[in-house]
């Protein structure tokens, strides 16, 4: 990890609650994207559902209250995607000197990778979010139930219920992944999507690219 990536996750975690706009910093280090930019064009995607970028493209929808989802893509592919405050977006105005030192920092490909690698807090957790990386404590886990999938193969699964401290989420366990989390492990879920599920918000992690690794 760089030193500008390392001074950055520090920031994001003294300053925890505000870790959207840590990530906003990260997206535009990848990107090469100056954070006034950057802002501008998401003011603009808030106000008419679309912008650009640089070579990102936007869309934007309401998610609640002064809160809105962005979905970023690049050649037509999603590369991110997250929902930030207008608090958080008006900090791209004026980006602290210490954080516009680190962004202009040359080594670009471990900030690129530690950019969806910024782990959030459940409480920050909204419907819609994509890429999620969290850390969390398994603090219980329901019977096995058998269900059939779509094809009418017979599925096992059971719901862990993850905990940071900052509130508690529901993560789908299946078949092989229910004997290799119990109760009280700390996992780490990478590339998770949060959902809304039977009335409450859960995570879901893709068979191809997400994954459920615990903390020894």
Known sequence: ???AASSLRSFAN???SDRNFIYLLMLARKYDLEPIALHNALVEAR???KSTCGSLSIESRELKGNTFSFM???NSRAVAQT???NYSLAKLRDVPPELTRLLKDRNRRSMANDCVELERRIADLQVGLRHVSLRARVVDKSE???VQS???LPLAVCSATLSDGTGQIRLPLWNSQIDSVA???TVVIREATVRYFMGQMQLSVPRKTGSISIVR
């Open 72 to 74: 970023f893509s690049q």
């Open 83 to 85: 929902g930030i405050s």
């Open 144 to 146: 096995v139930r058998a």
């Open 47 to 49: 106000g008419s559902r």
């Open 183 to 185: 109760k009280n492990d």
């Open 150 to 152: 779509r094809d009418g």
């Open 14 to 16: 003294e300053r925890g």
């Open 1 to 3: 990890m760089s030193i």
